[in-house]
C-alpha cells in the first residue's frame, strides 16, 4: 500500500486561509469516507484534528475543515494563526486484499509567515 | 483522561529484538481498539499494526508483517508489540495510539519511545 501524497510545505500571512491536499487511490481516500488529518508540532505525539473527512473532534478550533473530493482529501485552515504553525498529516483507511491496513500522507509542514 | 504511556524503547543491534510496552489508563481499555504507529527520524507516520478489544482482528503493515507481533493484556490494560529481526530502518520513534471502536482513526496517542537500531 503506497503512502498518501501531500504537498511538503504550504505557508501561509496570519489571518488567510490555506489548503493542503492529500491524494490516494480508488482503493483509500477514493473508497472510503474514512480520512483522518493530525497535527504534530516538533517532539510532541501527533493530535488529532478531523475524523471522517470533515467532522472535527470537540475542543479543535472550527478554524479547521476536511472535504474530499474523488481520491482527493483536504484540510483547510481559515484565519491562519502563529499557533497553527506544525506538520499535518492526513490518513486514511484502506482495504489490502482483505485486510484492514491505514495509510499516511508524508505530511505538510504549515509555515506562518 | 486517557492516557498512553510507552516503555520498552532503546538501542539494539541488527537482528535483535525487543519488547515495547503501552499502558492504558482512563479509559475501559478492554473495549478499545489499540494500534502503533512509528516516525523514523525527520519522516512521516507509518502504520503499523491493529489489535481489537477481544486480542482478535489482529492485522500488520506488509513492511513488518511476520517480524512484529501485537498483543494485548486486558487484565494489565497493556499492549505490547514484540519486535524480532530489526533492521537498521525499523529504527524511529514508536506510538500506541487508541481508535474509537470501529471508527478508523486515532483519537488518543501515547508520547512515544525511540527504538535505535544499530551496531
Known amino acids: 500500500q503506497s503512502a498518501l501524497t501531500q504537498p511538503a510545505s504550504v505557508s501561509g500571512s496570519p489571518g488567510q486561509s490555506i489548503t493542503m491536499s492529500c491524494t490516494g487511490t480508488?482503493?483509500?481516500?477514493?473508497?472510503?469516507?474514512?480520512v483522518s488529518w493530525y497535527q504534530q508540532n516538533p517532539g510532541k505525539a501527533p493530535k488529532l484534528m478531523i475524523y471522517e473527512v470533515t467532522e472535527r473532534p470537540s475542543g479543535v478550533s472550527n478554524r479547521f475543515s476536511g472535504s474530499k473530493s474523488g481520491n482527493t482529501a483536504s484540510l483547510t485552515i481559515s484565519g491562519l494563526q502563529g499557533e497553527d504553525e506544525a506538520d499535518y498529516y492526513c490518513?486514511?483507511?484502506?482495504?489490502?486484499?482483505?485486510?484492514?491496513?491505514?495509510?499516511f500522507g508524508g505530511g505538510t509542514k504549515v509555515t506562518v509567515l | 483522561q486517557v492516557q498512553l504511556v510507552e516503555s520498552g524503547g532503546g538501542v539494539v543491534q541488527p537482528g535483535g529484538s525487543l519488547r515495547l510496552s503501552c499502558a492504558a489508563s482512563g479509559l475501559t481499555f478492554s473495549t478499545s481498539v489499540m494500534h502503533w504507529v512509528r516516525q523514523a527520524p525527520g519522516k512521516g507516520l507509518e502504520w503499523l499494526a491493529v489489535?481489537?478489544?477481544?486480542?482478535?482482528?489482529?492485522y500488520y503493515s506488509d513492511s513488518v508483517k511476520g517480524r512484529f507481533s501485537i498483543s494485548r493484556d486486558n487484565s494489565k490494560n497493556t499492549l505490547f508489540l514484540q519486535m524480532n529481526r530489526l533492521r537498521a530502518e525499523d529504527t524511529a520513534v514508536y506510538y500506541c495510539?487508541?481508535?474509537?471502536?470501529?471508527?478508523?482513526?486515532?483519537?488518543?496517542w501515547g508520547q512515544g519511545t525511540l527504538v535505535t537500531v544499530s551496531s
Open positions: 495510539a487508541k481508535e474509537p471502536t470501529s471508527k478508523y482513526y486515532f483519537d488518543y
Open positions: 489489535i481489537r478489544y477481544d486480542g482478535n482482528g489482529i
Open positions: 490518513c486514511s483507511y484502506a482495504d489490502n486484499s482483505g485486510f484492514a491496513n491505514w495509510v
Open positions: 480508488s482503493s483509500d481516500i477514493g473508497r472510503y469516507n474514512l
